[in-house]
């Protein structure tokens, strides 16, 4: 099988932290693009509009290899161009996020509630990703993996390319070892510690993920560390990752974690209150280096309120 070419690199420089998005011309066998223009107004008129896309080539924001197309071009499969997306307006997340540990591969962060890892949906410039990027001049840092956005604590970033997949490949494999910290009311009818098994499922576009009958796929271990009056602080251990996990299971137990929106009563959405985080906290992060073999373990400097 024939190889497809190294793409060539972008010539826009990153904005905010975010790579410009690349795009390549595809096979047009119909022959219905004569122009470059036509063909992005086709590609992207019913996400941003027709006549944005024409504002952006009339403004020189896509852009070639050679410089900037305004659209009139002859249509050249497999051609390169880059732009950056409009991006959406959002609000300063007014937490900074702390530094546990860099070094030449990696950067382990305590990413704070309310911030995403990385950019999705209407979060994009406000995410641990773009701010680590900006704030420690690592344009390419990469996440290993992903932290519930409204969950606070360790989170580890790879500095170079071409490491990002040894360390994804830990938590793929399940070779990282996780310990969470939740406080969530104080239960005296539930018998712990218990190792929680049940079948989770989360539909897109639904927020809530729900226990299912059928094979279990989500298992977690939870301990009681300590009571004070109606809480309790409690210590979660997943053994496996799914969507909202721990948070389905302390659910399930009677014991939604505090200042939860979703569980067990989906809220209504509306503005953040900041005041009022989720208290669940990713406590602890161990693992074996697999570049340089060395046992690694890295606590959270951050603290729940909720026990304040």
Known sequence: MRRRAKAPSSPLPQRDGIDAVRVRLPEDPEGVWA????????????????????????????????????????????????????????????????????????????????????????????????????????????????????????????????????????FRDRAVRKAYEAVAPYGPGVGLPVTVRSRIEKERGVMAAREVPGEPNAESRIELVERRGGLGRYRLVPVTGRTHQLRVHMNALGLPILHDPVYPVVREDGSEDFSRPLQLLARTLEFTDPLTGAELRFESRLALSGLA
């Not at 020189?60 to 409009?86: I, K, M």
């Not at 300063?92 to 702390?98: A, H, L, N, S, T």
């Open 35 to 170: 122009t470059v223009g036509d063909h992005l107004r086709d590609r992207y008129g019913a996400a941003i509009g027709v006549a944005r896309v024409g504002e952006m080539l009339r403004g020189g924001r896509f852009v070639a290899v050679e410089g900037p197309v305004d659209g009139s071009e002859p249509y050249t499969v497999g051609r390169h161009l880059w732009f950056h997306r409009d991006f959406p307006a959002e609000t300063p997340v007014p937490f900074g996020i702390g530094v546990v540990h860099r070094d030449e591969r990696i950067v382990v962060v305590d990413k704070p509630h309310f911030l995403a890892t990385m950019p999705r949906g209407r979060h994009v410039t406000e995410t641990a990703m773009a701010r680590l990027r900006r704030e420690l001049g690592e344009p390419r840092l990469q996440p290993a993996h992903r932290l519930d956005r409204l969950t606070a604590g360790l989170v580890l970033f790879v500095v170079r390319e071409e490491d990002r997949g040894a360390y994804q490949t830990l």
